[in-house]
């Protein structure tokens, strides 16, 4: 079993930064592919970015990149997204989610969800 907890969602103005954290537990931790996705109101749920340290992958969607950076510590079993320029379109809750393969995350197919953080960019 693996717990997700987000963590440094708020207000803020267009073109501010913000970096959200996600702290796990569990042992498998480290052998997870760990991703961020977004949801705005009335959209699906979209695909950010996501990290897997076993093969030393690193994806991020087109939307972002550029702007937002995904980063991890094993050591800390946390993975950070930090979001630079942020517009309001930005604007959404913000999830953590583990699964055994970046695969799956980028198609959507988690194992585990943490509960969510919500940013508000204004502009």
């Known amino acids: 079993q693996v717990h997700l907890v987000e963590s440094g969602g708020g207000s803020v103005q267009a073109g501010d930064s913000l970096r959200l954290s996600c702290a796990a537990s569990g042992r498998i931790f480290s052998t997870y592919a760990i991703g961020w996705f977004r949801q705005a109101p009335g959209k699906e749920r979209e695909f950010i970015a996501c990290?897997?340290?076993?093969?030393?992958?690193?994806y991020v969607a087109d939307s972002v990149k550029g702007r937002f950076t995904i980063s991890r510590d094993n050591a800390k079993n946390t993975v950070s997204l930090q979001m630079n320029s942020l517009k309001p379109e930005d604007t959404a809750v913000y999830y953590c989610?583990?699964?055994?393969?970046?695969?799956?995350?980028?198609?959507?197919?988690?194992?585990?969800w943490g509960q969510g953080t919500r940013v508000t960019v204004s502009s």
């Open positions: 989610a583990a699964a055994p393969a970046t695969s799956r995350l980028r198609n959507r197919d988690a194992e585990y």
């Open positions: 990290n897997s340290w076993i093969v030393s992958a690193t």
